[in-house]
């Protein structure tokens, strides 16, 4: 059977089909008490109004209320205790208005809901414990506010939440901030101004997958500062200001599958730096200052997994014997679309990698490949092959291999 529900707008009628879900958007109300919404209500659609704060006993007596949407509005206030009449929420959108704070009391009442969306407010000030009373909240967007710092307490009480994003903020120290969010697995906070990463940057975050410091003005990294992130397996540094990648800065990262440190200053990675990305697939080079990269960064011990996409376009590549292995070895796919070029020497710039040859690189040059793959009972055994070529007076060239 159909319910016809009937809603008082000031003066004006509003007619909902079947009164659960009631859609009151682009109607030009300021206030909302000039709406009287009937009691069964699942989901509630404001958006796009007028409406300035959200006082208390504003939005009461609705216990089926699941979805309430604000966004869009020019809300710059909201009551401690505004929400207690709506205790069942689980989905709350507060985006694209002129908040500029979140007091310790704001969202009192709202234990059951899932995902509130605050992205795009003026929000530069949230409380301790302000989210304490959202205990089962999973996903949480801070976007796009104007966030300069964050407190240990912040995130007081989100023992559950799963995706946080607070990226595009002007917050310079995250230190301790996440030590809460033991379930946390994804996590953005690009576009932010902090340049280092401490030993406490991630503390807490045990389960985290995704990271993305894209665009921030990242410059250094301490010693293991990313060692307690054992389940990390994406992480996005594009736009960065990283130039060197030191020995010890992704320690621990032995499940990260894709790295992109792509369009930064990068100009050089230390022997054995990517030596606990093992299960490395794809590895996102490209448009940076690298000339060249040695096979000693990686684990040379340990056969990493089969790093399927290279992708080192846009470098301006010194192509001798340092990155002769890049041609020889099975085991990293140098992604080419026809972007790939040498710089130097004289004599091969301009020339596209994939015309060369491990002669262009390796000629009159001993190089040197710390493993390969040797089947000893099955298992996979590091050795040293030493791959030298040789330029006779004849026009053909010779090569042999000599496993010591």
């Not at 208390?56 to 206030?77: A, C, E, G, V, W």
């Not at 230190?175 to 906070?189: A, M, R």
């Not at 902090?194 to 985290?208: H, N, P």
């Not at 996005?236 to 320690?251: M, Q, Y």
């Amino acid at each position: 059977m159909m319910v016809i529900g009937l809603i008082l707008v000031g003066s004006g009628l509003f007619h909902t089909c079947k009164s659960e879900s009631v859609h009151l958007d682009n109607s030009n109300i300021s206030d909302l008490a000039e709406v009287t919404i009937p009691s069964n209500t699942t989901k509630l659609y404001f958006e796009d109004n007028l409406i300035t704060n959200i006082s208390t006993n504003k939005l009461i007596n609705l216990p089926d209320l699941n979805d309430i949407h604000f966004q869009r509005n020019k809300i710059n206030f909201i009551a401690d205790f505004a929400f207690l009449g709506i205790t069942n929420v689980t989905f709350i959108d507060l985006s694209e208005n002129k908040l500029t704070s979140i007091g310790n009391m704001t969202f009192f009442g709202l234990s059951n809901v899932r995902q509130i969306r605050l992205y795009a407010n003026k929000i530069n000030h949230i409380a301790d414990s302000a989210f304490q009373w959202m205990s089962n909240l999973k996903f949480l967007y801070l976007y796009k506010n104007e966030l300069t710092h964050l407190t240990t307490m912040t995130f007081h009480g989100l023992g559950k939440l799963k995706w946080l994003e607070i990226n595009n903020n002007d917050i310079s120290e995250f230190s301790g901030v996440f030590s809460p969010l033991k379930n946390l697995t994804n996590l953005d906070i690009n576009g932010n101004p902090f340049t280092s990463i401490k030993a406490d940057f991630f503390i807490g975050l045990e389960k985290l997958e995704v990271l993305d410091i894209r665009s921030t003005s990242l410059v250094s990294i301490e010693d293991f500062a990313f060692s307690s992130l054992s389940t990390l397996a994406k992480m996005d540094w594009i736009g960065s200001s990283i130039e060197v990648i030191e020995t010890n800065d992704l320690k621990g990262l032995t499940r990260l599958d894709d790295f992109k440190p792509a369009f930064t200053p990068l100009k050089h990675i230390e022997e054995g730096a990517f030596s606990d990305l093992v299960s490395l697939i794809a590895l996102h080079m490209y448009n940076t200052n690298l000339e060249t990269i040695s096979l000693n960064i990686f684990n040379t011990s340990n056969h990493p997994s089969m790093v399927h996409y290279g992708f080192i376009l846009g470098n301006s590549w010194r192509c001798d014997s340092n990155i002769c292995w890049l041609k020889s070895t099975s085991w990293f796919n140098v992604y080419d679309n026809g972007g790939v070029f040498c710089s130097s020497p004289p004599h091969l710039a301009g020339k596209l990698w994939s015309e060369l040859t491990t002669g262009d690189l390796c000629c009159h040059q001993r190089c040197k490949y710390p493993y390969t793959a040797h089947a000893h009972g099955g298992h996979n055994k590091p050795s040293e092959l030493m791959f030298s070529i040789f330029i006779t007076s004849s026009p053909a060239r010779q090569s042999t291999l000599t496993d010591k």
